[in-house]
């Protein structure tokens, strides 16, 4: 647990890059720090590790004061990653990502060996251990940033923007590949962003700072969207929160309506014959929804031909019983058919569903909610 | 006059005349190689704490920068001749011409170094402060290493500079290829007098070549990251 207590941080000219903050980021989770430039987010996260030293106020981790140990030492149980990775251009992959280790004082081999491992850990093949951090791509890098952070093991990571400079598909591969590690690790992790729809994807607490360094808010990401705590809480989380909200409400059982299929390779006059409203979905032998094929408008002498993949329109995404609201409303909508796909775990078909079939379940869920809570929740959105 | 009897006075006799005179050369040549080579690395010493201040304190770097500037600008001749009174020694002392080039290399690799260390990237600082390195430890560890293609680099002008500086003390009397100079003027009343003021060129030059060489080899085997930039 990290614990910042009435922490304020005032630079020689007067101005607060924080002001008062107390908060707690929660043994073995993830606890995001979000706000616009200037909301003093990284200087709160450089007082953890010492790297900037608070005012006035005090940060514990755990029962220690941060204050009170020597930050070197502070620093080696602390795992550290940034913007663009820092990592050592000097130095092969592998001793980057045993640098801990080898101020600790570790055996060299021992640390290598755990080294290779971490790197397979993050995603990266054991071949890159021996090249430089410029021989790799923004994304391999900041795995490799990563991997280093965890090297000691440590039980509390600062992480500050580590996915802001890779492209977006990079991004969103590394934030999901960073819940999965987090999954498995369970570390006590400070996260800063600017990125609200980062912080709300990963962050099991997220606070948000204005502007001189307050708190405005602290609250989990679904709390965030539906009650916002101020204006500019509001403002800041932005559009579609009612929308976004939906991602973390779980559909429960969505009544399914059987779904007639054709198998790829399959006759033409086949899916014509069991297609609704001209629209058939196409699956692969194991049941996999590949795609809806269009039988209105094909000549009648093309019938005897098969389906093939290339006949397919792909663009309605595809549900899991168990997913989300959001996940559910979103394959309804997105369906060219406008009936919405639902797989199992596995991925083979369950049935479909409509976007009206996913809002009765919102609404009566919103109707329930009505009844029960305080009435700032609705005002707000 | 028996030298000039028993050597053509070509300019290209130059090899005729070092073979002649093997033993002398070949210990003015090795006067000529440490006195180039050691103020350099004296210097070097000086200026890594020196260049570190000046990286470390910003007001530090524009006063240093200057002072060290200005150092440079003093001829050679004149500093040689002032070092003994300054330093206490007699005229001719061994130390005389040591100290003189030292003062130089630390005119030039004072900037060198404080570059060498601004070169190293912020994120590179702030990572390693983060992991863990104290001050020295990351000086050491990672900050020279990754400023030495920079500080390299200033060696290479360094001592190149002083090999030719170096013969200039020849020419008041100190033991180096500059005595070569002196002695093919002397030699060259009443008709120039080639031979020796050649193979002090030739031999400065082949001189300067193999510090460059050495100092490029080494820079190379320090740096194997670099090469691995290169080749992606």
Known sequence: ?381 | MILADSASSSPWHFWAYFQDHLDEDLHLLWDHVWLSALPVLIGLAISLPLGYLARRYRWVYPPMISITGLLYTIPSIALFVIVPPLFGLKSLDPLQVPIALTVYSVALLVRVVADGLASVPDEVLQAATAMGYGPLRRLISVELPIAVPVIAAGLRVATVSNVSLVAVAGTIGMDNLGRLFDTGLQLSTPVPYYPPIVLGIVLCVLLAMAFDLIIVMGNRLATPWRRAVAAR
């Open chain 1, 1 to 381: 647990m990290i614990r910042f207590e009435s922490v304020t941080k005032q630079y020689p000219d007067g101005t607060k890059a924080v002001d008062e903050l107390s908060l707690v980021a929660p043994s073995g989770e993830i606890t995001v720090l979000v706000g616009p430039s200037g909301c003093g987010k990284t200087t709160s996260l450089r007082m953890i590790n010492r790297m900037i030293e608070p005012t006035s106020g005090r940060i514990w981790l755990d029962d220690r004061d941060a204050s009170k140990v020597a930050p070197a030492q502070l620093r080696r149980g602390i795992g550290y990653v940034i913007q663009h990775a820092g990592l050592f251009p000097h130095r092969t992959v592998v001793d980057n990502v045993a640098t801990v280790p080898f101020l600790l004082g570790h055996d060299k081999r021992e640390a290598r060996k755990n080294a290779l491992e971490l790197l397979e850990r993050v995603g990266l093949p054991q071949h890159f251990a021996n090249r430089y951090p410029a021989q790799l791509s923004g994304g391999q890098q900041q795995r490799v940033g990563v991997a280093r952070a965890l090297a000691a093991d440590p039980p509390v990571m600062l992480m500050d923007e580590p996915f802001s400079a890779v492209d977006p598909v990079v991004r969103d591969q590394l934030q999901n590949e960073f819940l999965r590690l987090q999954g498995e690790l369970g570390k006590t992790i400070v996260f800063v962003t600017h990125d609200i729809d980062e912080a709300i994807k990963l962050g099991d607490n997220v606070a948000v700072l204005r502007v001189g360094g307050h708190l405005a808010q602290l609250a989990t990401p679904a709390e965030l969207l539906s009650k916002p705590a101020d204006p500019f809480v509001a403002g800041f989380v932005g559009r579609d929160r009612g929308y976004r909200a939906l991602g973390f409400a779980n559909a429960g059982e969505i009544p399914l309506a059987e779904e007639a299929t054709v198998t790829v390779g399959a006759e033409l006059k086949r899916a014509k014959d069991v297609a609704q409203d001209g629209w058939v979905l196409v699956v692969d032998g194991a049941r996999a929804p590949l795609g809806w094929l269009c039988l209105n408008g094909l000549p009648g002498d093309a019938l005897s031909r098969p389906v093939s993949e290339s006949d397919l329109n792909l663009g309605g995404t595809l549900a899991h019983q168990g997913g989300t609201l959001r996940e559910a409303l979103d394959a309804a909508l997105s369906s060219p058919s406008g009936r919405g796909v639902v797989v199992d775990t596995d991925g083979a078909l369950l049935g479909s569903t409509t976007a009206s079939a996913v809002l009765a379940i919102i609404e009566s869920r919103a109707a329930a909610t009505r009844g029960s809570a305080d009435p700032v929740a609705e005002e707000a959105s």
